[in-house]
Structures are given as structure tokens and as C-alpha cells.
């Protein structure tokens, strides 16, 4: 019985500590890197920051998010952790060299289907 009790508690244990699955890993480490090297202005709660700041910041989101298993596909890291300030609500927004500014979910919506295109 006891045996049991264990074995569900750690099938229990495991299931909640699920990360993100691997494609959608795969897809948003892509989109993270895309971030990076496209030397896009990233605007955050009223401040611009370069590319690489906006990396780091969308990969300490997905870090908090992956643990949570809350990512579970790459629209819904883009949807919940890549569009919008969790502290003041507001759209983070991005501008490429040249172009328009547009929110995050756009831009990362657009990459995403390019990379999807490209597989």
C-alpha cells in the first residue's frame, strides 16, 4: 500500500513539474534568438532597449512561465509572456531599422510563421 501511495505521489510530482514540450521549446528558443539578431528597438513599459536586452527579458519570462508548465505551445508564450507588460498591461511594441513600429505579438506571430514556412 504503501508502495503505492508513493508511486502516485511521484507520478503526481512529475506531471506537475512538466515543462514546456520540446517543439514548442524548440520554436520559442528560435524566437528568442530571431529577437536577438534582428537588432529591432524593443519598447517596455515606455523605454526602448536594444535586442539584446529584449531577449533576456522575453527569456526570463518563458524561464518563469516554462516552470509553471504555462507555455505549452509557442502562441502562447507569444500570447501570455511575450505581449504585455505583467505589471502595467501595456503591449511591449518593437521597431526594426527602417519600419513601423508594431506590437511584440505581430512581429513574433510574423517570425514564427516565416520559421514554420521554412521547416
Not at 57 to 69: A, C, P, T, V
Not at 85 to 114: D, F, H
Amino acid at each position: 500500500m504503501k508502495i503505492l501511495i508513493l508511486a502516485a505521489a511521484l507520478i503526481a510530482a512529475s506531471a506537475a513539474s512538466a515543462a514546456t514540450p520540446e517543439p514548442a521549446r524548440v520554436e520559442i528558443t528560435h524566437l528568442l534568438g530571431a529577437v536577438e539578431k534582428s537588432g529591432c528597438k524593443f519598447n517596455r513599459n515606455g523605454s526602448w532597449h536594444d535586442a539584446l536586452a529584449a531577449r533576456k527579458h522575453l527569456e526570463k519570462k518563458f524561464s518563469y512561465m516554462d516552470k509553471r508548465d504555462l507555455a505549452p505551445t509557442a502562441e502562447v508564450f507569444i500570447e501570455r509572456g511575450a505581449s504585455t507588460s505583467s505589471s502595467s498591461g501595456k503591449p511591449y511594441e518593437m521597431q526594426c531599422t527602417g519600419a513601423k513600429i508594431v506590437t511584440s505579438s505581430e512581429w513574433l506571430t510574423a517570425e514564427l510563421k516565416r520559421y514554420r514556412e521554412k521547416k
